[in-house]
């Protein structure tokens, strides 16, 4: 698949989700409630590893590393719904440096997917961007929540931005993001710890409900999935 049937298909996922194709995503609130049949895990990995995903019956799971920055999380995220929704294997895992052609791939859907480029465009131009610097970076960056690197990564591949500029706009960034008036939340986690958001809860509820399962083994389920929240009623604490 090139470039433009990429931000084709991810154009299509949004409007499947019933998503504009210009507007920013609150992304993990919008998939975990758009996509039914999603699980987000939240897990301590080595840091070179950005997540994996799996698939089986009816259920979708997403694994994140939870020492990633939010938009890396972000990121990673929709890069597993490309595995996860184009392509038939089961389980995949995701390695930060692994430049295979299915991994750039996806990469490439995740970008489009945070920001189409028709939003790009509209961006650029309702904000009388003629020329991509750090400032402008930085809002566009805050405003569609999509990584620091990644944003680079896509101007620069799109010719918008030169080599040397790459190098020089990325450090620092939450240093330039808080002397710019934004708050830092974009480059630390968006969950940090092991968690599970999405239909597991859910379906470990349902099933309980339905007395196909004990107390006992209810809470056994949600603890597997760090959930002791559900298990240690925290509202009384
Ligand atoms: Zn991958």
Redesign the pocket.
């Given at each position: 698949m090139n470039q433009y049937q990429l931000n084709e298909k991810a154009m299509e996922f949004r409007s499947e989700i019933d998503i504009s194709h210009f507007d920013p995503i609150d992304f993990f609130p919008l998939i975990t409630h758009k996509i039914k049949d999603l699980t987000i895990v939240f897990l301590d990995m080595d840091s070179d590893i950005?997540?994996a995903?799996c698939k089986f019956d009816s259920q979708k799971i997403i694994f994140i590393n939870s020492n990633h920055s939010k938009g890396r999380q972000t990121f990673t995220a929709a890069?597993?719904i490309?595995?996860l929704s184009c392509e038939d294997e089961q389980f995949?895992?995701?390695n930060l440096n692994?430049a295979d052609e299915?991994?750039r791939t996806?990469?490439a859907f995740a970008s489009f997917l945070l920001i189409p480029t028709p939003a790009l465009y509209k961006y650029k131009k309702e904000n009388n961007i003629e020329k991509w610097n750090l400032d402008n970076i930085i809002e566009c960056e805050q405003y569609y929540q999509i990584s620091h690197e990644a944003l680079l990564f896509r101007l620069k591949n799109a010719g918008d931005i030169s080599n040397d500029e790459y190098d020089e706009y990325k450090p620092n960034v939450k240093q330039n993001a808080l002397r710019r008036g934004y708050d830092t939340s974009l480059y630390e986690p968006y969950i940090s710890k092991n968690y599970t958001i999405g239909n597991y809860a859910r379906l470990v509820g349902e099933v309980f409900e339905k007395d196909l399962i004990s107390k006992a083994r209810k809470d056994e389920y949600l603890l597997d999935a760090f959930l002791s929240d559900l298990v240690y009623d925290m509202e009384d604490l």
């Open positions: 950005s997540g995903c890069h597993e490309y595995h995949t895992i995701c692994n299915i991994e996806a990469d």
